[in-house]
């Protein structure tokens, strides 16, 4: 294997665990009574972070298709690249309410926001429509999502068992 091809196999894997930490972590978010609010609040934030470094780690895509988009592209990399801006403006919007609802972070940090039914309303709805659009979002890189879980889990379980084999 090459030096290019050792770094994109490693990104892809960085990618993968990435992407289903993300995933598992919005199937948490979305229960905040299971979980408690602190926990809510304080993972939500810390996973912004994740989110970010997700976006980087897709950066060339991203790029590349803002460029092509005017241009001759297929039908699914379209409704997937407006799916994933509806994503990006969706979390927006889901983090800025659930930021300016805080009860325990934000005033964790020293500020106090005046109490506005609206905002709550906003969280509510962009968490739902979080949770559709995430779905399609994993609907269209499902044979992706299975193909990277065979080349990293499947075959990693298998060369342990397979060596085990061999000493026993
Ligand atoms: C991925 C991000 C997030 C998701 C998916 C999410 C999802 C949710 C959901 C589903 C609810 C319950 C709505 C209901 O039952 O009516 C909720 C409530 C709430 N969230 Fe979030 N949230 C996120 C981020 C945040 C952030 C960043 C904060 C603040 C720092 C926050 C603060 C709150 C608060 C204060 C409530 C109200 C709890 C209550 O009234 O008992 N959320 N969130």
């Given at each position: 294997?090459?030096?290019?091809?050792t770094?994109?196999?490693?990104?892809?894997?960085?990618?993968?665990?990435?992407?289903?930490?993300?995933?598992?972590?919005?199937?948490?978010a979305m229960?905040?009574?299971g979980?408690?609010?602190?926990?809510?609040?304080?993972?939500?934030?810390?996973?912004?972070?994740?989110?970010?470094?997700?976006?980087l780690?897709?950066?060339?895509?991203?790029t590349?298709?803002?460029?092509r988009?005017?241009?001759?592209?297929?039908g699914?990399?379209?409704?997937?690249?407006?799916?994933?801006?509806?994503?990006?403006?969706?979390?927006?919007?889901?983090?800025?309410?659930?930021?300016?609802i805080?009860?325990?972070?934000?005033?964790?940090?020293?500020?106090?926001?005046p109490?506005?039914?609206a905002?709550?309303?906003?969280?509510?709805?962009?968490?739902?429509?979080?949770?559709?659009?995430?779905?399609?979002?994993?609907?269209?890189?499902?044979s992706?999502?299975?193909n990277?879980?065979?080349?990293?889990?499947?075959?990693?379980?298998?060369?342990?068992?397979?060596?085990?084999?061999?000493?026993a």
């Amino acid at each position: 294997m090459t030096n290019g091809q050792t770094q994109s196999t490693n990104q892809n894997k960085a990618k993968w665990i990435l992407d289903v930490l993300i995933f598992l972590g919005f199937l948490i978010a979305m229960e905040p009574g299971g979980t408690g609010l602190p926990i809510h609040e304080w993972f939500t934030l810390a996973a912004l972070a994740t989110t970010v470094i997700h976006l980087l780690l897709n950066w060339d895509w991203l790029t590349q298709i803002t460029r092509r988009l005017l241009g001759k592209i297929s039908g699914r990399t379209r409704t997937n690249y407006i799916l994933n801006w509806l994503l990006f403006i969706d979390g927006i919007l889901l983090m800025l309410s659930g930021i300016l609802i805080s009860r325990v972070a934000v005033p964790a940090l020293g500020f106090e926001l005046p109490e506005a039914f609206a905002w709550r309303r906003l969280h509510d709805i962009s968490a739902n429509f979080g949770l559709i659009l995430l779905g399609l979002h994993t609907a269209l890189h499902w044979s992706w999502i299975v193909n990277a879980f065979n080349a990293y889990i499947v075959q990693a379980i298998a060369r342990i068992i397979f060596k085990k084999d061999v000493t026993a």
